[in-house]
């Protein structure tokens, strides 16, 4: 089981971009698909994009086309490249990781990290 630490989250103002990190620790990183998660307040976590190991991609279709989600292997480390926020954007981001990239949307995971929190705002 590998370990999860977001970052890269913080005030933007509407239009602009944020590069959110999912950084892991332990063994056998790679072998993992990875979505990332966030939750707005008095909402439920939602799913917005995962990569699978092999790097297929999926993203909702509220942030498809604005949100690009990438891993660099060699860094243990997922990104979440979010550009043209929007207001409805704001949220706290959380990742996680799953073996079958298909299960991301649905396990319910026991443990979540602190997240990273991203508010669009003018």
């Known amino acids: 089981q590998v370990q999860l630490v977001e970052s890269g989250g913080g005030l933007v103002q509407p239009g602009g971009s944020l590069r959110l990190s999912c950084v892991a620790s332990?063994?056998?990183?790679?072998?993992?698909?990875v979505g990332w998660y966030r939750q707005a307040p008095g909402e439920q976590r939602e799913l917005v994009a995962s990569i699978s190991r092999g790097g297929r991609t999926n993203y909702a279709d509220s942030v498809k086309g604005r949100f690009t989600i990438s891993r660099d292997n060699a860094k243990n480390t997922v990104y979440l490249q979010m550009n043209s926020l929007k207001p409805e954007d704001t949220a706290v981001y959380y990742c996680?990781?799953?073996?079958?990239?298909?299960?991301?949307?649905?396990?319910?995971?026991?443990?979540w990290g602190q997240g990273t929190r991203v508010t669009v705002s003018s």
């Open positions: 996680n990781a799953h073996p079958i990239a298909t299960l991301l949307g649905s396990t319910n995971f026991k443990s």
């Open positions: 332990g063994n056998g990183f790679s072998i993992y698909a």
